[in-house]
C-alpha cells in the first residue's frame, strides 16, 4: 500500500435477507477487493436476535479486521456502495436487510462527523459486535475496554455460532 499512512479498521456486517450467511460470506470477498483495502482477519459467522422490530428474521452477523489507507469517510463511501451493491433498502429503523456494513473502528480515532462516529456508539451494547471483536482480538479496546468488559454487562447476549467465515 505504498507510502500511505495505513490504518486497521474493524467492519460489522449482517444480513437477515436473502440467503444471509451468503450475503456475509460474500461481502467479505468484496471487502478485501476495495481500494486500498484489504482483509486481515474475519470473525466466525453468528446468529443474532434482530435488534429492534421483532417480526423480522434473525440475523448473521461477523466482523472483519481491514487495513487500509482510505480516510474513514472514503471507507464510509465504499462500505455503503457495497451495500447498494447487496440491494440494502433503508425502509425501517432497525428493519430486516440484505447486508449492513458498520464502521466499528478506525485505528484509535474518535470522529463526530453528521455522517459518521467512531467508535460506533452502540457497540458496547451488542452482543453481536462484541463477541466476533474479541474472538479477532480479546485485548481490542471498546470505549477503553476489552470487549469481555461490555460482554460480562449484557443480560443474555442471544447469539449464536454458525460457522466460519473463511471455510
Given amino acids: 500500500m505504498g507510502g500511505l499512512q495505513t490504518a486497521r479498521a474493524y467492519i460489522g456486517l449482517g444480513s437477515n435477507l436473502d440467503e444471509p450467511v451468503r450475503q456475509v460470506s460474500l461481502a467479505m470477498k ?3 477487493e476495495l481500494p486500498l483495502t484489504s482483509v486481515k482477519a474475519a470473525s466466525s459467522l453468528y446468529s443474532s436476535r434482530p435488534v429492534g422490530p421483532q417480526d423480522q428474521p434473525d440475523f448473521v452477523n461477523a466482523v472483519v479486521e481491514l487495513e487500509t489507507t482510505l480516510s474513514p469517510l472514503a471507507l464510509l463511501d465504499q462500505l455503503q456502495a457495497l451495500e447498494q451493491r447487496h440491494r440494502r433498502r433503508r425502509l425501517q429503523h432497525w428493519g430486516p436487510r440484505t447486508l449492513d456494513l458498520d464502521l466499528l473502528l478506525f485505528d484509535d480515532a ?3 462527523h453528521p455522517r459518521l462516529k467512531v467508535p460506533h456508539p452502540h457497540m458496547r ?3 453481536f459486535v ?3 471483536l474479541q474472538e479477532l482480538d480479546p485485548s481490542l479496546a471498546v470505549f477503553e475496554q476489552a470487549p469481555d468488559h461490555w460482554l460480562q454487562r449484557l443480560d443474555d447476549p442471544g447469539l449464536q455460532r454458525i460457522g ?3 471455510g
Fill in 30 to 32: 468484496e471487502l478485501d
Fill in 110 to 112: 474518535r470522529i463526530e
Fill in 125 to 127: 451494547e451488542r452482543a
Fill in 130 to 132: 462484541l463477541v466476533p
Fill in 164 to 166: 466460519n467465515s473463511r
